[in-house]
Each structure stands twice: as structure tokens, then as C-alpha cells.
């Protein structure tokens, strides 16, 4: 279910790939409307996606009490992109995919797009 979590997901669940995509689609939509509902300022695509990616993995409740947000809103960039790596911890310890997974947003973005090649 590409990450998809809730009340809806339990042990044996079976989804078909329709499924899975449908899914998916609804958990990027949420995350990229919890991202235009908290940020105040405007962001380069790179930096929305970077956040749609952060929010869709960690939640718009956690995103909203972050310190990565409450930097990013006040104009501080380099401080809100310091703040992904933070965010790697699970049940109290650092967990290597989480960690990859923050500096690949906190690099994303800081990425500007005349930077990124189309492949």
C-alpha cells in the first residue's frame, strides 16, 4: 500500500495494485494540502516536494508542532532544512532507512530547480 496507514489497515489486509494507487494518490493529496494549509510562505516546487514527502511519511500533526515549520515560516531555510535529519528516530533509535530518507528531502530541498536534470 506504498506506506498507506489508519484504522483501515489491519493484519492479512489484501489490496490489489488499483488499490494500492488509489491509495496513494489520497495519502499525496492529504500531505500536499497539510503542506499548503501550514506553510505561509511561498515554496519552490523542490521544496514542496520535499515536504509533501516529509508530511505524507511523518503526518500533518507532526509537521505542524516542527521546528522544520516554524523555521521554514519565519523565512529561516537553512535552519528548516537542517531539521529533516532530526526526524530519524524510531521507537527511540536512529533507524538508517529514516535517516537516507531525510537527507534525500533535506536535499531535494535545498535543490534549485535550474539544478535538477531531466533524465
Do not use: C
Amino acid at each position: 500500500g506504498y506506506g498507506h496507514t489508519g484504522p483501515d489497515v489491519h493484519p492479512g489486509l489484501t489490496i490489489t495494485q488499483m488499490d494500492a494507487e488509489a491509495l496513494l494518490l489520497r495519502d499525496v493529496g492529504n500531505a500536499a494540502r497539510g503542506v499548503n494549509q501550514l506553510v505561509t510562505i511561498p515554496l519552490t516546487q523542490n521544496e514542496f516536494d520535499a515536504l509533501v514527502d516529509f508530511v505524507f511519511n511523518l503526518g500533518a500533526t507532526a509537521f505542524a508542532g516542527s521546528t522544520l515549520l516554524r523555521d521554514l515560516n519565519a523565512g529561516n531555510i537553512a535552519g528548516a532544512a537542517g531539521e529533516f535529519q532530526k526526524w530519524d528516530h524510531a521507537g527511540g533509535r536512529v533507524l538508517a532507512g529514516l535517516l537516507q530518507r531525510r537527507l534525500g528531502e533535506a536535499s531535494l530541498f535545498q535543490t534549485d530547480a535550474s539544478d535538477v536534470q531531466n533524465t
